[in-house]
């Protein structure tokens, strides 16, 4: 499992490691992981020329003493200080013995540069950028040189992922001690380029504020038949879904529901003939849910149309695990979810997700992590909240998100969505707990796509299609 902390926690277990070290130690760890990384991206530091943009803090601190380093190596090494009176003092000092200088024409520094170290903030930054650094992070954007982000891009928030304004947009992140929540969510993810964790010695405490599900964990947790399954043990799946105007979407989450592993598929609604035609081991019903046989998860929502109201509230008086997608979002009454027993999963899209909050799509999108939190306690359920970070939380509030690292922008194609309720409901049929049959889901399908597409447009049958060599690859792990 990758893990992500938030600042206060990170601040904690850097003053326990403090009390512990001689004064310095852990800037100076730091500092050489740092150093490396920027060896290792330059391939020669004889004669490069590298830029430190230095902010007030230790984050400046920790750029300085990385460009003293770095100017051992026979690098030319220039500091923009944004505040000459407050620079890391003792950092600065060691860069001067080391050879390297304060620039004295910044803006000619910055054109000339190889590398440029973005020091200005990290974990104690807060808001979008200030104008003077606004200004020098944009004179670096004309330039080829590789901007490498200290901890942080300067200008994303480490908690939450959010960018309130103007932020560095970094090649490399060198992140110390830990993932920060803010490098695994959008839209800062996406201003972090490749990050480079640097073990500092930190203990942090077992559980992370954020997580991301790796190969090997998901292997544990796929549901794999025995001797002693049969179809009913493997999980039925009930799908409610489709409608003579979307009777494809049926057909979709269908298919995720059988890729996904289910012993049975069970079908209820008016697009039968097309799930048949497609896939005749859909086992199809007519009538309502509530008699369509056993079933140990309901999906209902995908295509559904407003004229599904009255299944979907069958379905939700059912006691096992339900996903409601799409359409049967908006027929959704918060308070029936939170008096059910059996878990709920919810998986909106941003749009759905800002219709269900009453809020505008681009703030559900600019504020994934509070967006998916507020939903889950406003129905006590699980949601799982797509996009281009899709991010997965629990009902409790203190239960860490589950980021998925897989997907690609491939996915956004009509359709794919439907394949997801189908997989996340044949877990949820198999016994996976809610926020792992959500997490694996995503995973799996994240997967799939990348399998699909290899670089090339995708369409969301070629997702269900492909989630068996996603499956196996996964499963390969455990062989190693
Ligand atoms: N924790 C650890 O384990 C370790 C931590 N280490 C390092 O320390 C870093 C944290 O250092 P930190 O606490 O000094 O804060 P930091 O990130 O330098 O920012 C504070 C400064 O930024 C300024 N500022 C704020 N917002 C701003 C904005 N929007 N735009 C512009 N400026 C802004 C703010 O100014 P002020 O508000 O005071 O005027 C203040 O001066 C951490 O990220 C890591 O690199 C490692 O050395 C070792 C292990
Ligand atoms: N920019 C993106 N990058 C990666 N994945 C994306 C992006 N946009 C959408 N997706 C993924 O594509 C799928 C689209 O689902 P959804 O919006 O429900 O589509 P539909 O309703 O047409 O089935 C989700 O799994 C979502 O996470
Ligand atoms: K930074």
Known sequence: ?????????????????????????????????????CADVLGRVTG???????????NGGDALYAG???ARRGAGVRAVLLAPDRAHSAGLAALRAAGGRVAEDPYGALRAADLVLDGITGIGGHGGLRPDAVELVRATLGTDAVMVAVDLPSGVEADTGEVRGEAVRADV?????????????????????????????????????????QYRDVAGLLPVPDAESDKYRRGVVGVVAGSARYPGAAVLAVAGALRGGAGAVRYVGPAADAVI????????????????????????????GDSGRDFL???????????????????????????????????PHAGEAAALLGVAREQVEAARLASVRALAEKYGATVLLKGSTTL?????????????????????TAGSGDVLSGLAGALLAAGLEPLDAASVAAYLHGLAARHASRGAPVIASEVAAALPAAWRDIRDVLRD
Request: hydrophobic share 45%; aromatic share 4%.
């Open 1 to 37: 499992m990758r893990t992500a902390y938030c600042v206060e926690t990170v601040r904690a277990a850097e003053r326990e490691l403090m009390a512990r070290l001689p004064e310095g130690a852990l800037m100076q760890r730091a500092a050489a992981g740092l150093a490396a990384v």
């Open 48 to 58: 490069a020329r590298i830029v430190l943009l230095v902010g007030s803090g230790d």
């Open 68 to 70: 003293a380093r770095l």
């Open 173 to 213: 992140t060198v992140t110390f001690g830990t993932y920060k929540p803010g490098l695994l969510i959008d839209p800062a993810r996406d201003y972090a380029g490749a990050v480079r964790l640097v073990e500092i010695g930190l203990e942090l405490p077992p559980t992370a504020d954020a997580e991301a599900l």
């Open 277 to 304: 035609a497609r896939f005749p081991e859909t086992l199809v019903h007519q009538g309502p849910p509530g008699k369509a046989g056993r079933v140990q998860s309901w999906v209902v929502g995908p295509g559904l």
């Open 313 to 347: 509230d069958e379905v939700i008086a059912e006691d096992v695990p339900v996903l409601v997608d799409a359409d049967g979002l908006r027929l959704l009454d918060a308070a029936r979810v939170r008096s059910r027993t059996a878990p709920t999963l919810l998986t």
């Open 392 to 412: 997965v939380v629990g009902p409790h509030p203190e239960s860490p998100v589950r980021v998925n690292p897989t997907g690609t922008p491939w996915l956004a």
